[in-house]
């Protein structure tokens, strides 16, 4: 499943409006509980653990992928 389909998945949020600008500051669907369940879901589907730092980093898709590539995911 490509990035953008677990993005929409967990914010109930058509999969047309997910692009690397989307994050809790330019939609509020995406608020703190939803960004939990986002690390959850996004660490057992890519098999990654996120570090403090990499949550911060966390806040937009565009981030979101560039955390994982730094992992060694291609998202």
Same mark, same amino acid.
Do not use: C
């Given at each position: 499943?490509? *990035?953008? %389909? =677990? #993005?929409?998945?967990? *914010?109930? #949020?058509?999969?047309?409006?997910? @692009?690397?600008? *989307?994050?809790?500051? /330019? @939609?509020? /669907?995406?608020?703190? *509980? &939803?960004?939990?369940?986002?690390? =959850? $879901?996004?660490?057992?589907?890519?098999?990654? $653990?996120?570090? /403090?730092?990499?949550? /911060? %980093?966390? &806040?937009?898709?565009?981030? =979101?992928?560039?955390?994982?590539?730094? &992992?060694? =995911? %291609? %998202?």
């Amino acid at each position: 499943m490509k *990035l953008e %389909a =677990v #993005i929409s998945d967990v *914010l109930a #949020i058509p999969l047309g409006e997910v @692009d690397d600008s *989307l994050g809790p500051v /330019r @939609d509020d /669907r995406w608020d703190s *509980l &939803k960004q939990m369940q986002l690390i =959850v $879901t996004l660490e057992e589907h890519y098999k990654v $653990t996120f570090s /403090r730092q990499d949550l /911060r %980093a966390m &806040k937009s898709v565009g981030a =979101v992928r560039e955390v994982l590539l730094s &992992k060694g =995911v %291609a %998202a």
